[in-house]
């Protein structure tokens, strides 16, 4: 069997956490950010977690994160 690949911009946007979760940066800081305020600005600047309903997903183009 052929090995799988592993998508490449799923790679650039998503890293695996210690405990083996998702991590992903949040959407929303590219542009338009003058009507924004400064708090969610800051907001928007840390990682979270990526959701559980589409972990099962992240996981099959991921086979090797």
Do not use: C
């Amino acid at each position: 069997m052929p090995k799988m690949k592993t998508s490449s911009s799923a790679a650039k946007r998503f890293s695996k956490t210690g405990t083996g979760k998702l991590k992903r940066m949040k959407a929303g800081k590219q542009h338009i950010l003058t009507k924004k305020s400064t708090k969610l600005k800051r907001d928007l600047r840390k990682s979270t977690i990526t959701d559980e309903t589409n972990v099962k997903n992240m996981k099959k183009i991921l086979p090797y994160l």
